[in-house]
């Protein structure tokens, strides 16, 4: 089992970057394809990127070109670097990992807000 927490969320202005942390804890990265997922008040969570553990990056369309996903085995993290920020990209943020096709373990979010 893994144990997931985010860090770097936080106020930014519209334009700007902020790049999200997700230290795991209790198993390595390597054998997990990761996610970022983001919710936003009202509306239903919605996937943001994806990595496989062979390294395969999936973006989703209001995302490409604007984000990036990574990750650093030796450090158990996975990173989500978020460039060109808009109002509706303001929500919480949570990493998940999962073994199969879709994320098992959850971390417990990170709020980015998006405002001048």
């Known amino acids: 089992q893994v144990q997931l927490v985010e860090s770097g969320g936080g106020l930014v202005q519209p334009g700007g970057s902020l790049r999200l942390s997700c230290a795991a804890s209790?198993?390595?990265?390597?054998?997990?394809?990761m996610y970022w997922y983001r919710q936003a008040p009202g509306k239903q969570r919605e996937l943001v990127a994806r990595t496989t553990t062979g390294g395969t990056a999936f973006y989703t369309d209001s995302m490409k070109g604007r984000c990036t996903i990574s990750r650093d085995n030796a450090k158990n993290t996975v990173y989500l670097q978020m460039n060109s920020l808009k109002s509706e990209d303001a929500a919480v943020y949570y990493c998940?990992?999962?073994?199969?096709?879709?994320?098992?373990?959850w971390g417990q979010g990170t709020q980015v807000t998006v405002s001048s």
């Open positions: 998940a990992a999962g073994r199969n096709s879709s994320p098992n373990y």
């Open positions: 209790g198993s390595s990265l390597r054998i997990y394809n």
